[in-house]
């Protein structure tokens, strides 16, 4: 209170002069005074932090692995000048607040020796951990099996290649039906005798891994050695384009040599992917009739592009008017077909077929499902 008090342009041009003037005569203030004016002690340093050592497992060699350190330096803010100076900050007269930022200073020490980059499971594996990643659901295990090889699912495209319906819930593989001694391709693309071979194999063991269902023979006159296709590539059986196959005990020696016949490399097939249309020849009234008779179990089934969702049932007092010269019309019958869109004349939409029953007379409904639009409901009293 004894001290005379600045000037204004003083205090206006040069803080820091002021604050000297007040430290030049301290001796006459109040000892009470004195913890204002000191500076605000900054925080002690924070300890130097450092994470775990890299383990033994992830280094390979005999060196040693050292910790990653990492060094946390704490740098002070100035201290506001309240009421003073021409910055902006304190013009408004409010107390600015002693903020202070942290500098961070980062040592990094690698590792001597070869450092081990993880695999690509236990990257995997550690983000399964730590719940950072999202991953879509996993695809439900495909339960078909091949009649003929008995594995499960679709094989290697250059290998079993995909399953195809031999009947209701038969599938073979495309290679282990084309390759069997009795099936040809027609030029439509269709495999004769699949049911033939399938029969024949039920009663003949695999050379190579004793197991029944084998149907590609070796080619050569009196050999009895017959493989499944799956096999038969395991055991190097050597494949020609002729639809031909020779056991590995027959197999042509000097394939690599100069010259025509079997073994010529010219002729032998390496690559078993197929690209084109095949399927197999097979009775649809059949298993229409199967579907019928085992009851309650869901199964689709397709023929060209119609995919059948529901036979339907016809009751006795309906027999008289639920059917034509050329077809029966049951109640509950539901089928769908991916088709043109009726709007658009580039675009396809899904259309779902049934059966009802309206006034004792047959009902035809068509649902009309395309993304971006309602359903639209046609219905008729006849097919057409």
């Given at each position: 209170?004894?001290?005379?008090?600045?000037?204004?342009?003083?205090?206006?041009?040069?803080?820091?002069?002021?604050?000297?003037?007040?430290?030049?005569?301290?001796?006459?203030?109040?000892?009470?005074?004195?913890?204002?004016?000191?500076?605000?002690?900054?925080?002690?340093?924070?300890?130097?932090?450092?994470?775990?050592?890299?383990?033994?497992?992830?280094?390979?060699?005999?060196?040693?692995?050292?910790?990653?350190?990492?060094?946390?330096?704490?740098?002070?803010?100035?201290?506001?000048?309240?009421?003073?100076?021409?910055?902006?900050?304190?013009?408004?007269?409010?107390?600015?607040?002693?903020?202070?930022?942290?500098?961070?200073?980062?040592?990094?020490?690698?590792?001597?020796?070869?450092?081990?980059?993880?695999e690509e499971e236990e990257v995997d594996e550690l983000l399964k951990k730590l719940g950072t990643s999202l991953r879509?659901?996993?695809?439900?295990?495909?339960?078909?099996?091949?009649?003929?090889?008995?594995?499960?699912?679709?094989?290697?495209?250059?290998?079993?290649?995909?399953?195809?319906?031999?009947?209701?819930?038969?599938?073979?593989?495309?290679?282990?039906?084309?390759?069997?001694?009795?099936?040809?391709?027609?030029?439509?693309?269709?495999?004769?005798?699949v049911e033939l071979a399938l029969r024949r194999g039920l009663s003949v063991r695999c050379a190579y891994c004793q197991?029944?269902?084998?149907?590609?023979?070796?080619?050569?006159?009196?050999?009895?050695?017959?493989?499944?296709?799956?096999?038969?590539?395991?055991?190097?059986?050597?494949?020609?384009?002729?639809?031909?196959?020779?056991?590995?005990?027959?197999?042509?020696?000097?394939?690599?040599?100069?010259?025509?016949?079997?073994?010529?490399?010219?002729?032998?097939?390496?690559?078993?992917?197929?690209?084109?249309?095949?399927?197999?020849?097979?009775?649809?009234?059949?298993?229409?009739?199967?579907?019928?008779?085992?009851?309650?179990?869901?199964?689709?089934?397709?023929?060209?592009?119609?995919?059948?969702?529901?036979?339907?049932?016809?009751?006795?007092?309906?027999?008289?008017?639920?059917?034509?010269?050329?077809?029966?019309?049951?109640?509950?019958?539901?089928?769908?077909?991916?088709?043109?869109?009726?709007?658009?004349?580039?675009?396809?939409?899904?259309?779902?077929?049934?059966?009802?029953?309206?006034?004792?007379?047959?009902?035809?409904?068509?649902?009309?499902?395309?993304?971006?639009?309602?359903?639209?409901?046609?219905?008729?009293?006849?097919?057409?």
């Open positions: 209170s004894n001290l005379p008090p600045p000037s204004d342009s003083e205090d206006k041009q040069n803080p820091t002069k002021v604050l000297h003037q007040y430290s030049n005569n301290i001796s006459d203030l109040d000892v009470h005074c004195l913890a204002q004016l000191q500076p605000k002690q900054s925080p002690p340093q924070t300890p130097i932090i450092s994470f775990p050592s890299i383990t033994s497992e992830t280094l390979r060699g005999d060196s040693k692995s050292e910790a990653l350190k990492v060094t946390v330096k704490l740098k002070p803010r100035p201290r506001a000048v309240h009421n003073g100076g021409d910055d902006p900050r304190y013009s408004s007269g409010k107390r600015f607040k002693a903020l202070r930022w942290r500098k961070w200073s980062i040592q990094i020490i690698v590792p001597k020796g070869n450092y081990h980059l993880p879509p659901e996993p695809m439900p295990r495909d339960l078909r099996r091949c009649c003929f090889c008995h594995e499960e699912g679709d094989g290697r495209t250059d290998g079993p290649a995909r399953l195809l319906n031999l009947d209701l819930d038969l599938w073979v593989h495309l290679n282990c039906a084309l390759w069997s001694t009795e099936v040809y391709e027609t030029q439509a693309g269709a495999l004769i005798n197991q029944i269902g084998a149907t590609s023979g070796c080619h050569r006159f009196r050999c009895t050695n017959a493989y499944h296709f799956t096999c038969a590539l395991k055991a190097q059986c050597m494949f020609f384009k002729d639809k031909t196959m020779l056991c590995h005990l027959h197999r042509p020696r000097g394939t690599g040599s100069i010259g025509g016949g079997l073994a010529g490399t010219e002729h032998e097939l390496r690559c078993f992917a197929v690209f084109r249309r095949v399927y197999v020849q097979r009775d649809e009234a059949r298993q229409i009739a199967s579907i019928i008779q085992r009851g309650e179990r869901e199964h689709t089934f397709r023929v060209g592009s119609l995919v059948f969702h529901a036979v339907g049932q016809l009751l006795p007092q309906q027999m008289q008017a639920f059917h034509s010269m050329s077809a029966i019309f049951p109640v509950g019958y539901e089928a769908s077909r991916i088709y043109w869109s009726m709007r658009h004349g580039n675009r396809r939409c899904h259309y779902v077929c049934s059966i009802d029953e309206k006034d004792g007379e047959p009902e035809f409904i068509i649902r009309v499902v395309e993304q971006g639009y309602d359903d639209l409901i046609l219905t008729g009293s006849s097919p057409k």
